[in-house]
Nanobody
């Protein structure tokens, strides 16, 4: 299983960040699996953000739920994270992951990560 993140490296404050993860080697809909987004701000630990299950059910971190949306395009085997109203505190390396549990920061599969900087 391989995952690859894509998205803008630089986003302005108050804008919406959109990141896409392309998965190869396993269909998103294959039971029973969770596809997650996690991030690591500079100098801090990993933070789980959101997940979409192989059934299509979605899960969100309570601290980010009001600003976060996760969705998928099963025809492309991709899933997408949208984070609205970004601030410089959202600057981080963002990773997409796959695992049999939700919320793991030590997943079975992880992309290489993409740096996102929020700055005007």
């Amino acid at each position: 299983v391989q995952l690859q993140e894509s998205g803008p490296g630089l986003v302005k404050p108050s804008q919406t960040l959109s990141l896409t993860c392309t998965v190869s080697g396993r269909p998103l809909t294959q039971d029973y699996y969770y596809w997650n987004w996690i991030r690591q701000p500079p100098g801090k630990g990993l933070e789980w953000m959101a997940a979409i299950r192989s059934s299509g059910a979605t899960y969100y971190s309570p601290s980010l739920k009001s600003r976060t949306s996760i969705s998928w395009d099963t025809s492309q085997n991709q899933f997408t994270l949208q984070l609205s109203s970004v601030t410089p505190e959202d600057t981080a390396v963002y990773y997409c992951t796959g695992d049999s549990v939700v919320g793991s920061t030590n997943p079975a599969y992880r992309g290489q990560g993409t740096q996102v900087t929020v700055s005007s």
